[in-house]
């Protein structure tokens, strides 16, 4: 301790203090008052500088944080829009039939290798598309000599005829009618029906077929799934219904 004190004293009390280097007269061992300030001064510079680094340690924690909340926002919301909707692909199909629809992004769409209709097409998920919506649909045309659905009787009636020829087909075991609405899109009637079949080698699928008539085509579109896959790709099928319309078509003899 004397030590230490003595350090600062030289011979006739004058002393030489190395931190400010400044000269004075001391009783005993007591330092300048010059330097005392110098010493207060440094302090609370030094107190003054560790506040600021702390202040700014910490602000630059809070912006860190903040925009760490910010991107994982972004992401959720990214990641949820991803999954409540898929994306969708609009198939236009020849100028002289005037039919479109939109369908699920991973679905592929191409011609059947047996043609059986005037016009036919088929939709089902791509090969290795990873995460496509469950299902199948497609779209047939046929030439009719009527020029509405209506003159085919109502949408009920129609549902229940659609129901007795799945019946009649081999390996059905039950078909059952859900429901039949008659729709209006740019000037023409459509009817949506909607059924269930099940039968020995593909199980119960769900169906929903939308169907109408103009220039004597009868078009009809239809999405299904299997059952145990409905309630996952059901908006997605909805969808293709609700997207497919046709223009009217002036039947030239």
């Not at 779209?139 to 659905?149: E, G, H, L, Q, W």
């Not at 593909?202 to 299997?226: D, R």
Request: glycine share 10%.
């Amino acid at each position: 301790m004397e030590a230490a004190a003595a350090a600062f004293v030289c011979a006739g009390g004058t002393s030489v203090l190395p931190t400010c280097g400044a000269k004075g007269t001391y009783a005993g061992t007591r330092m300048c008052a010059e330097h005392v300030a110098s010493e207060a001064a440094c302090g609370a510079v030094s107190r003054r500088a560790v506040l600021r680094g702390t202040c700014a340690v910490a602000a630059a924690s809070l912006a860190a944080a903040a925009l760490d909340r910010s991107r994982a926002v972004v992401a959720a919301e990214t990641a949820a829009e991803a999954t409540a909707a898929p994306a969708y692909a609009r198939y236009q199909g020849p100028l002289g039939l005037g039919y479109s629809f939109e369908y699920p992004a991973g679905w592929s769409v191409g011609k059947k290798t047996v043609k059986t209709h005037m016009n036919e097409l088929v939709m089902s998920p791509a090969k290795k598309s990873e995460g496509a919506v469950r299902g199948s649909g497609g779209i047939v045309v046929d030439p009719v000599k009527i020029n509405s659905v209506s003159e085919f009787g109502t949408a009920e009636a129609v549902g229940n005829r659609v129901i007795e020829l799945e019946k009649k087909k081999d390996g059905v075991s039950t078909a059952r009618l859900v429901s039949s609405t008659e729709v209006q899109k740019g000037g023409l009637t459509y009817y949506e029906i909607e059924y269930v079949v099940d039968t020995s080698h593909g199980g119960e699928k769900h169906f929903i077929a939308s169907s109408t008539i103009t220039g004597k085509n009868l078009y009809v579109m239809t999405a299904q799934a299997k059952t145990t896959d409905f309630a996952a790709s059901e908006p997605a099928l909805r969808h293709v219904i609700s997207s497919f319309t046709v223009k009217p078509q002036y039947y030239t003899p």
